[in-house]
C-alpha cells in the first residue's frame, strides 16, 4: 500500500482527458462556455481549463491573426504560467483552444531570412512553443519538429514501418522538450461557423467514442494538383485498410467518382479541391474530412471552401492551410491517419502522427475523440472505510478487459497500469493501491480519479472512474 504525500508525479500514458490543458479566451463568453461544454463532455478537470486574454481587433473582436510577439506575450506564457501554477507541466501533454482565438499568427520583421514563413497558424507556433523557424527549408522542403509516424516512402519495407504511437512515447523518448500539439475546437465568426453550430459538433463528436463505426474511407482522385501531391499514399494505406476490414467493419475506396448517399456512412473522406458539394447525412458521427487546398483555413480571404464546412456537414475533425502552403504534401494530414485512427488513437494524435510539418496546418474539431479506441473502464474499491481514527483512507484498482473486443483476446496487451489523481493533478502512477492522509489537505470534497492504461505496441488507450470523497471540514488527525 503507497501511503501518498500529494506530490506532483510524471505519468507515461496515451492522451486523455488528464493530459490536455483546454484554452479559452476570457473576454469572449462563448470561449468559455464552448470550453465548459467540451470539459463536461469529456470529464476533463476543472484544473485543466485555462484562461487567456485575446487583445481585441481594432474594429472590435478577435482578430483573425496576430504576431508572434503578441501570441507569446498573451497566450503562450500566460498559459505556461498557469499550468505551471497549477502543478501540471509535468502531466499536460498536448492543448486544445476553444472558440474566438486567431487563426493565425504572423511575423514581419526584415530580419526574417528569405524564403522562411511569414504566417504560420496558431497550432503551429504552439507546436514550436513560440518560437519563430528560422530555416526556409519550413517552405521548400519542410523540416524541423515532428510526431509523424507514418511511411516516408512507398516502398515496401518503409510501407511496414508505419505505426502509431501515442503522444507519451513520444515524449519518453524526446530527448529535449517535446513539441506541444494542440488542435482548435472550433472557428467561430467571419467565414467560420456559428457558435449554436460548433457546440452540436461538438456534442457529436464525442459520442463517437468507443462506438468503432463502420462505414467506408473514401478517397475521391481527380488530375488537380491538390489531389496528386499526396495521392503517392492514397493505395498503400487503402490496401491496409480493407486487409482489416473483418476486424474493423471499415473499407476503403479509390476512385474518381465523388461519393453519393449510397456510398455512406462515410469515415473518412480526402481530396484534393478548391470546395467540395456532399450530399447531407453522409459522414458518420467520428469520421475525418478534407480537401487539400490552399486556403482551407485561411479566414482572411473568401477564395476556397473553408473546413468548418466539414465539421458542420459531420466530420468530429479537418484541417487546413492558413496560408498559401504550396502543393507540398508534407504540409498536410497524409492517408495515415485513417490506419491510426482504426489503431485506437485519437484525433489530436492521429493527425500528429500523419503530418510532417504541421506548422501551417490548422487542425478542428475533438482532439480527444477516439473512434475506434477500447471502451475500457476500472473500478475504485475501498480497502478500509472511514473509522474513528483511521489515518488514512485506503483504495484499490481492479479492471477487467471488455470482452466485447477482439482486440483483448489477441495476447498482444501488456498488463494494465493505474494511474491516480486527485483534483486532476497526478498523485500515484503503476499503484494498485493508495493511502490518502486523512488531514487538512484532504477536509471538504475532493474526485479521486482511477485511470487504467492498456497497452498494445507503441499504443496505450485508457478508460477512468472517478469517485467522491467528502471529509468533514474538522477532520484532525
Partial sequence: MLLLAFSPLLSSFALGPNELAVLYNETEDESRLLAMMYARLHDIPEVNLVAVSVPASERG???????????????YEPACATIR???????????????????????????????VPRDLSLTGITF????WPSDRTYVSRPQGPSLYTGALSTNAAAIAQAKTR????????????????????????????????????????ATATGTRPKGVVWFAQNDDIRSRCRSWFVQPVADRI?????????????????????????????????SVMLPTNLLAA?????????????????????????????????SGAVTEPYAIAAKFVSPWIFEQLLDGATYLEAIYGSVRSPIQLLPIGDPLCAPWAPKVKPEIRRTVFARSGAATLDFEAFFTPPADDLRFRTGTFGDPVFLWYLDGRSIAVDRKEIRLPRDRRLRGKHVLRLVVRYSYGDLKCQGFSDIQIQEPEGTSL
Avoid at 473582436?61 to 497566450?75: H, L, Q
Avoid at 514550436?128 to 518560437?131: A, D, E, S, V, Y
Fill in 128 to 131: 514550436l512553443r513560440g518560437k
Fill in 242 to 274: 480493407n486487409a482489416r476490414t473483418a476486424e474493423t467493419g471499415v473499407s476503403a475506396v479509390v476512385s474518381t467518382n465523388q461519393p453519393t448517399a449510397l456510398n455512406g456512412p462515410l469515415v473518412g473522406y480526402m481530396t484534393g479541391a478548391r
Fill in 85 to 115: 501554477e497549477r502543478g501540471l507541466s509535468r502531466q499536460i501533454l498536448a492543448w486544445a483552444y476553444s472558440c474566438h482565438f486567431p487563426a493565425r499568427v504572423t511575423e514581419t520583421t526584415n530580419s526574417l531570412a528569405q524564403g
Fill in 166 to 205: 501515442s503522444l507519451d512515447q513520444h515524449a519518453a523518448d524526446s530527448l529535449s522538450q517535446m513539441p506541444l500539439p494542440s488542435m482548435m475546437l472550433a472557428y467561430v465568426g467571419k467565414r467560420g461557423t456559428s457558435f449554436q453550430t460548433a457546440a452540436y459538433a461538438m456534442r457529436r463528436a
Fill in 61 to 75: 473582436g478577435v482578430p483573425e491573426a496576430i504576431t508572434c510577439e503578441t501570441f507569446n506575450r498573451d497566450i
Fill in 286 to 318: 467520428g469520421s475525418y474530412a478534407d480537401h487539400l487546398t490552399s486556403f482551407g483555413a485561411a479566414f482572411w480571404t473568401d477564395s476556397q471552401m473553408k473546413i468548418v464546412r466539414w465539421t458542420e456537414a459531420g466530420a468530429a475533425a479537418s
